[in-house]
């Protein structure tokens, strides 16, 4: 029998997301496909040689397995327990600064009452 690890563990050494439960959550929501079938249980097992496909910060993701890992380590040691086959990502569009404060740094007490007074007239 192959040997196999539940996905959301497996997502999580491989520093995927912050938390085990961030990983159930996203499996549980069908947001992953393994092999090309979706899959909704954070038990599921994956096995080395798997393709997964998910989506990551508006980026597809496609990852294949090379090993299961046994603790969540440093970030280069987890990059060794896959293969990313994402296609390349897109450009961002730029958006400049605000005119308005350019090279005004923070706020000062005026700015600051009167972005109050404004918030407080639609909050009432």
């Not at 690890?5 to 997301?17: C, E, H, N, S, T």
């Not at 990059?79 to 569009?93: G, H, I």
């Amino acid at each position: 029998m192959a040997e196999t690890q539940r996905i959301d563990k497996w997502m999580w050494y491989a520093r995927f997301y912050k938390s085990r439960s961030l990983c159930a959550k996203q499996v549980s929501e069908g947001k992953l496909s393994i092999n090309d079938v979706k899959i909704s249980k954070p038990a599921h097992g994956v096995a080395l040689g798997d393709v997964l496909t998910f989506i990551k910060a508006e980026q597809p993701r496609v990852i294949k397995i090379l090993d299961l890992g046994t603790r969540r380590g440093s970030a280069p040691e987890a990059q060794l327990l896959y293969e990313d086959n994402s296609p390349p990502r897109k450009r961002r569009d730029f958006i400049p600064p605000n005119p308005k404060y350019e090279g005004k740094g923070r706020p000062n007490a005026k700015d600051r009452r009167q972005t109050a007074a404004f918030t407080a007239k639609y909050l009432d």
